[in-house]
């Protein structure tokens, strides 16, 4: 995830160009917050999950 922070504004890319900055608002929300002029902050996103919750069919990846 690539997350573009500049001029009030953090939004958040795939690695294909997707914006994903709904998914990923309390991020985006802290970012906004950095004492920077401009910043490109390249990282990775995970998902913690109980192992019961791998199984179940509630589960699905996007």
Same mark, same amino acid.
């Given at each position: ?10 939004? =958040?890319?795939?690695? /294909?160009?997707?914006?994903? /900055? /709904? ?5 985006? /929300?802290? =970012?906004? &917050?950095? &004492? +920077? ?10 998902? +913690?999950?109980? &192992? ?7 589960? &699905?990846?996007?």
């Amino acid at each position: 995830m690539l997350v573009a922070v500049g001029g009030g504004e953090a939004p =958040a890319y795939t690695r /294909s160009g997707l914006d994903w /900055s /709904s998914r990923f608002p309390s991020i985006l /929300s802290e =970012a906004r &917050k950095l &004492k +920077v002029r401009s910043a490109l902050i390249d990282g990775e996103a995970v998902v +913690v999950m109980r &192992k019961e919750d791998l199984t179940s069919r509630r589960f &699905k990846m996007h």
